[in-house]
């Protein structure tokens, strides 16, 4: 996925270049291919809706990256001339009388209900296959880089199992220049997006726990900082983002309801963290580290859901995480040493980690370093296809994402950290 060319050690000796938030009204308003679910969010997790979209909104930014903001928003003509009975009809009777959030829970529900009916029209065993792009990314950027990623997962699907994919478009901010603005509000708005996410979770589970329990499995597959994303769907990355604590204050009510609920397992709250039978997720160049899932003294944190697989790529010299080698693990930039640094947060942190051993949750990161003979000028390459590439035709990757069998863990691990 694009990611500006310019070093993140350039930006900070650069200033005056505004983050962009990324709006999704023209996208939201088409129609989903065949088999795919598209799900856009705004930087708060609020998800856009899908019909009764009137006049296209072209002024998002004065928002604040905020749907309930530009659908209140007079001037946006967003609530004019609305059809009724369409989402966008919903969301805006649910304005004046306060009902935002019930309302946003209804899309939640009933996109979740919409994807098992189509599971259940196929009459087949599914696999639904998540997508969830990094920060700096446009509806049609995120668009095409799907397509990529959905043609080689394609290649891996197990012959008795058809795949759904659920595509995640959320606002990660952009910048057309200097990422770095952008990057730093993308670590406060990803963990809220995936904070959001675990009301589809949680209704996702009710509805797969009609049906057999090997009959719909769960697969993830993130890229860059879309890692932290999935990070708050199945736990609390609050340890690894400092930016999180300190977010803007248009954002506080959403903040507050998330540092609530963060580490929260409890079934019957649909702001939970769910467990599923059968859920692997893969992260490629995660930007993050391995706090997002393990905690730290501050914050306990880290990965609650149980019974997981969760695989991901070291590239030691991926010129992004690495942030033009200023340094993965820098504090006023964020920690994104998990794709870089094997020892320090796989080797020593994450491979025998107890607490996640306790509840069966496995993590095994795969070896992605690059020979200029093999790689050639993409050896520092940060970008998705490329990424995509070596995890289907350079590595295991891709196979023990979405096999039915178990996963030669053993065989990962002497990659990385050596034998036992």
């Known amino acids: 996925m694009r990611i500006c060319s310019i070093l993140f050690l350039i930006s900070l000796f650069l200033t005056g270049c505004e983050p962009s938030n990324v709006d999704f009204f023209e996208a939201s308003g088409t129609q989903d291919p065949p088999r795919v679910t598209r799900i856009y969010t705004d930087a708060m997790g609020n998800i856009y809706p899908r019909s009764g979209l009137g006049k296209a909104f072209s002024s998002f930014s004065e928002h604040d990256g905020s749907l309930l903001n530009a659908m209140m928003d007079r001037n946006s003509n967003l609530c004019t001339e609305v059809g009724k009975n369409t989402e966008t009809a919903l969301l805006c009777d649910a304005i004046p009388n306060g009902n935002w959030h019930s309302a946003q829970t209804v899309l939640r529900r009933g996109t979740a209900r919409k994807i098992i009916d189509e599971v259940r029209a196929n009459g087949q065993d599914t696999d639904l296959v998540f997508l969830i792009h990094g920060f700096n990314n446009t509806a049609s950027e995120a668009q095409k880089s799907y397509e990529e990623a959905r043609a080689s997962i394609a290649k891996f699907s197990v012959p008795t199992r058809k795949q759904h994919f659920i595509e995640i478009y959320w606002d990660g901010h952009t910048s057309e220049n200097i990422p770095a603005e952008a990057w730093k509000n993308a670590q406060w708005s990803g963990p809220l997006v995936g904070f959001k996410l675990r009301q589809l979770m949680y209704y996702l589970n009710q509805e797969i726990g009609d049906l057999d329990d090997q009959s719909v499995r769960l697969r993830f597959l993130t890229h860059s900082s879309g890692a932290f994303v999935v990070g708050a769907i199945f736990g609390d990355p609050s340890a690894a983002l400092e930016k999180l604590g300190v977010a803007p204050d248009e954002v506080g009510d959403d903040y507050e309801f998330f540092a609530y609920h963060r580490d929260s397992v409890d079934p019957k ?94 993590f095994i990161a795969y070896d992605f370093r690059r020979s200029k003979k093999v790689f050639g000028k993409k050896v520092s390459s940060h970008d998705l296809v490329d990424y995509l590439d070596q995890a289907a035709n350079h590595s295991s990757f891709m196979q023990d994402l979405f096999s039915s069998d178990e996963i030669d863990v053993a065989a990962a691990e002497n990659q990385i950290c050596g034998k036992s």
């Open 269 to 362: 709250n649909h702001n939970s963290i769910s467990s599923f039978n059968d859920l692997r997720i893969g992260m490629l160049a995660p930007a993050t580290s391995d706090w997002t899932f393990i905690g730290n003294t501050r914050f306990r944190g880290g990965f609650r859901s149980n019974g997981a697989t969760v695989l991901f790529s070291i590239q030691p010299d991926d010129l992004v995480l690495t942030k033009g080698g200023l340094g993965a693990d820098t504090a006023d930039q964020g920690s994104t040493g998990l794709g870089v640094d094997a020892g320090r947060h796989y080797c020593n942190a994450l491979r025998e980690n107890p607490s996640l051993a306790d509840r069966e949750i496995k």
